[in-house]
């Protein structure tokens, strides 16, 4: 019986870690990376998130407050729903209009990445 106490226990032990991992799957993550024509990683970049397109070109409506970049070029919009968006970099002069602006369809349950160029 004495040997049994360490197997249950290390079995509740890694239950227990798969339930936590599982629901931190079924959250839905955007994870942005914002680079300039050359590649660059651009810190310190607004990043806002649109439903549609028409919100987009308005600048109406984001699905979230406007995020900034980090010292790597990253951000990351989290508790998203699986569609698609249109995003909006801004840095000093530069911007992705006429770039990239449309995500796919983010994939359920997963850290979606994009890579946006500005100019």
């Not at 109406?60 to 951000?75: A, L």
């Amino acid at each position: 019986m004495k040997k049994l106490i360490p197997v249950l226990l290390f079995i509740f032990v890694i239950s227990l870690y798969g339930f936590t991992d599982y629901n931190r799957v079924l959250n839905t993550s955007l994870k942005i990376t914002v680079v300039d024509y050359l590649g660059n990683v651009v810190e310190e970049a607004s990043v806002t998130l649109y439903p549609t397109d028409k919100d987009y070109r308005n600048e109406t409506n984001p699905v979230t407050d406007t995020q900034y970049t980090d010292k790597k070029g990253k951000v990351t919009f989290k508790k998203l729903e699986p569609t698609v968006y249109f995003v909006y970099v801004v840095k000093d002069d530069m911007n992705n209009i006429g770039g990239g602006v449309q995500t796919d369809t983010l994939v359920k349950g997963k850290i979606n990445k994009v890579n946006i160029v500005i100019e």
